[in-house]
């Protein structure tokens, strides 16, 4: 494969840190801001209403989303159209508390499980997948995010919820776990296989051909460790999921933190006594293919894997028009075998049907393109614009096609 030979060895790829602590626990915000695009805010939630850990503030139509619970004892201070804000404040006496339930003793299995995870607040995209086998990512996400190496063997009863119900939620006949080479960790009744600890093994499609062997195999899916420990955290607390765990890193520091949703990225910076100084970028996710961020309100969500500051010099800034100067080096990475470099300049010039037609939907973020650009282009986010684009493209043919049948099919009926 012709990635491996460009960055086999270097350290800065690898995905192990030897790092077994358990989490430290994040700050306790005194305003949050919970992100409710695409919500529908439950019934009986507007401004100045009161507000529990645990009770249900918004709800997704989707499987993909969780539903959105309040992790404090607070008041609504505000709505918009994209975030509901809590203040925290000291329980009263009065204030209700939520009894935890025993989702293993509950008994539910397959489709009906999963709804019950969900309307629980866990994200259910991957963690349903109707596969036969299905590969548990037990790697670092990104070069830099150090949880998984804790979550596999310091929260072993969190994983092993996780596990149980996983194996109720799927109809998979085998559950493998993937682990980095050189790992001691088992699971009773979990078979398990060992991989280069190297970046983008710990991208899902990447480590799906790692273990099979195969391109796209069929009936074969990958689940995230993060992913999982949500599961297992709903299913070891007995309450919903109102938390994240996030690595939060410096050139200096690193730890990893249980963090509640929609606390500040300023506040968690502070309460992690990093610094940030001019020049800085603050990335949100991790740090080959996390998100810049402008503003330090900006919150943490329940899917968030890490937050990281990159110290100003430390790293050449992109440069959103920086020509391409067709060295080759982003073919030679790309682990999905795509060419970023003619996809971010057909992206450039909203040739968004000439991207589709070249496959950018078949990009599997990885960041690697951007990293080598020795022009400093940013080939990922042009790739990402494209690929959104795509999407909103053929949501709008499908929503015309349907909205056409329906006209087609009220004719049919006068
Ligand atoms: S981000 Fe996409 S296009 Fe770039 S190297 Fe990774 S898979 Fe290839
Ligand atoms: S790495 Fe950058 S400069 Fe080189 S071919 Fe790719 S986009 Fe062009």
Avoid at 301 to 315: I, M, Q, R
């Amino acid at each position: 494969m012709r990635q491996r030979f460009q960055i086999l060895n270097d350290p800065r790829f690898r995905l192990v840190y030897d790092e077994k602590r358990r989490f430290f626990e994040g700050p306790d915000p005194a305003t949050l801001r919970l992100n409710i695009e695409h919500f529908k805010v439950a019934d009986g939630i507007k401004k100045k209403t009161r507000v529990f850990p645990g009770m249900l503030l918004a709800t997704h139509a989707s499987l993909d989303k969780g539903d959105l619970h309040s992790p404090i004892y607070g008041i609504v201070s505000d709505i918009n159209a994209r975030s509901i804000f809590v203040d925290a404040v000291k329980r009263e006496a009065d204030d209700p508390v939520l009894e935890p339930r025993d989702f293993l003793e509950e008994g539910r299995e397959g489709e009906e499980l999963r709804w019950q995870m969900k309307e629980m607040g866990v994200n259910m995209r991957s963690l349903g997948q109707k596969v036969k086998t299905l590969i548990i990512n037990g790697l670092n996400p990104d070069p830099g995010v150090t949880w998984a190496e804790s979550i596999l063997q310091t929260h072993a009863n969190n994983l092993r919820h996780g596990m149980e119900l996983q194996r109720r939620l799927t109809r998979a006949d085998r559950i493998i776990l993937a682990v980095p080479k050189g790992s001691t960790v088992s699971y009773d009744g979990v078979d398990i296989v060992y991989v280069e600890p190297e970046y983008p093994n710990s991208v899902n499609s990447v480590l799906i051909r790692e273990v099979t062997g195969e391109e796209n195999p069929p009936d074969i899916g990958a689940v995230g460790l993060h992913n999982l420990w949500s599961l297992g955290r709903v299913g070891t607390s007995g309450y919903p999921l109102m938390e994240t765990v996030v690595t939060v890193g410096s050139a200096t520091q690193w730890k990893n933190y249980i963090v509640k949703n929609g606390t500040s990225v300023g506040q968690l910076l502070t309460h992690a006594k990093v610094e940030l100084n001019e020049g800085d970028t603050l990335l949100r996710g991790g740090p080959l293919r996390g998100e810049c961020l402008d503003r330090l309100d900006r919150s943490i969500s329940k899917g968030t894997v890490g937050l990281f500051v990159v110290e100003a010099g430390t790293v050449p800034p992109m440069e959103g028009h920086s020509p391409c100067v067709n060295c080759g080096a982003c073919v030679q990475v790309c682990p999905a075998h795509l060419n970023p470099s003619t996809l971010s300049r057909y992206a450039e010039f909203a040739n968004y049907n000439v991207c589709f037609q070249e496959h950018s939907p078949l990009c599997v973020e990885c960041g690697l393109c951007g990293y080598v650009c020795i022009a400093r282009r940013p080939v990922l986010q042009y790739i990402r614009l494209a690929n959104a684009k795509i999407k909103q493209m053929q949501e709008f043919v499908y929503v015309d096609t349907e909205e056409n049948a329906s006209d087609e099919t009220t004719e049919a009926k006068k």
